[in-house]
């Protein structure tokens, strides 16, 4: 079992930035990748950022790419996500989890999840 508890979550003004945390309770032999995902209100959950433990070969989704920047520090378990010109449409609850597959942008491939942190960007 692993326990993924994100944070860095709030409120922020449109242009600008937020950097998230999420902390994994121990490293797992085999789940390598650690992913961000985020659901807006109404919406479902869609994939952010994607990095690998040992390479940190990271993924983006199309939308993030060249504003968002997911990093991992090994030693401390954790995962970030920097997050920098952000826009209202980046209003979400941001979510990590960790699977066993490779970089993969589906729900599915991931087995354990944070209870998410709320990031609201104001226009």
């Known amino acids: 079992q692993v326990q993924l508890v994100e944070s860095g979550g709030g409120l922020v003004q449109a242009g600008g930035s937020l950097r998230l945390s999420c902390t994994a309770s121990?490293?797992?032999?085999?789940?390598?990748?650690m992913a961000w995902f985020r659901q807006a209100p109404g919406k479902e959950r869609r994939f952010v950022a994607a990095?690998?433990?040992?390479?940190?070969?990271?993924y983006y989704a199309d939308s993030v790419k060249g504003r968002f920047s997911i990093s991992r520090d090994s030693a401390k378990n954790t995962v970030y996500l920097q997050m920098n010109s952000l826009k209202p449409e980046d209003t979400a609850d941001y979510y990590c989890?960790?699977?066993?597959?490779?970089?993969?942008?589906?729900?599915?491939?991931?087995?354990?999840w944070g209870q998410g942190t709320q990031v609201t960007v104001s226009s």
């Open positions: 989890a960790t699977g066993t597959r490779g970089l993969s942008d589906s729900q599915s491939d991931y087995s354990y």
């Open positions: 121990r490293r797992t032999f085999g789940y390598e990748t």
């Open positions: 990095i690998r433990w040992n390479s940190g070969t990271v």
